[in-house]
């Protein structure tokens, strides 16, 4: 079989090879999955760079999350059946045309869930949702987060706006303003602008901001807890670009803000059964309703993962770039 392997750290384009390996069999628990299609995530870059908080060993599989169709039974599974399509968004070496997963752990896909809006269900929009319960908000309240036009900030104006809260985004370039506009998403501001300060403040009318998501960091840390209130949460999602994040220590001392981590895979894990369902169910409905949308901006073969990546990465992409084996 076919699966997209890297020697050595570095940047995607550069190191990733397609390899043939042997055809996996699954043991007690597990079942094989045939990919139909699998995502490409900032993580799965990190990772292949070698700068993630996880770091393979190498010879190292790639990928994380993907679409597959159940192929076989591993011993003691049951409630699955071979030919079923599930999604996994934690199954580490998903680039490859056939892998092994917990059973435990795949969502069965709705037929009323297109291939290309399953296959990026799971890691995204559920890190998102948790997001939005991690920050433990209610209707009415303020939010601000910058990489507005990311995958997790349109998601995340999307599901706040579907929950009532009130989401404030933050933006590099001021094409991504209207970028987000024609997606129907507002209160969107770009910080290349002398007044985005004061343009945030108009949009939220005053009202107290009372969390914020970095996804940035470096400078861009310090611009979202700068518009925080008093006893506001900073939330450190992703560090896309500077893994330090500068904040000023006056905005933390005498607005008493706290600072906190968020790593959307240990949360999975420790996020209970009944609640870990009652998300996805919100989110399946959410998509199907079309509050909720996953967008995709290119679907490339694993043979050409090299443009795939370079795709990724291109300024004003809207929506994923998918891999298919």
Known sequence: MRALIHHTFGEPEDVLTVEERPLPEPGPGQVRLRIVLSPIHNHDIWTIRGTYGFKPEL?????????????????????????????????????????VANAAGLIPVPASLSD?????????????????????????????????????????AQLGAARGVNVLGLVRRSAGVEELRAQGIENVVATDQSDWAEQAAKITGGAPIVAGVDSVGGAASGQVLSLLAENGTLVAFGAMNSPIMEIASGDVIFKQATVKGFWGSKVIQTTDAATRGALFGELIQRVS?????????????????????????????VGKVLLKF
């Not at 939005?132 to 998601?155: S, T, Y």
């Not at 309703?289 to 004003?316: H, I």
């Open 59 to 99: 010879p190292a599989a790639s990928g994380t999350e993907a679409l597959g169709i159940v192929d076989a039974l591993g011993e003691g599974v049951d409630g699955l059946a071979i030919g079923q399509r599930v999604a996994t968004g934690g199954t580490f070496g998903a680039w490859a045309e056939y892998i």
């Open 289 to 317: 309703d079309g509050t909720l949308t996953l967008p995709v901006a290119g679907v490339f073969d694993a043979a050409d993962a090299a443009d795939a990546m370079r795709a990724s990465r291109t300024p004003g992409r």
């Open 116 to 156: 290309e809006v399953a296959s990026q269900l799971v890691s995204m929009p559920f890190s998102t949702i948790s997001l939005l319960e991690f920050l433990e908000v209610k209707p009415g309240d303020w939010i601000v987060q910058n990489a507005a036009n990311g995958a997790v900030g349109r998601m995340l």
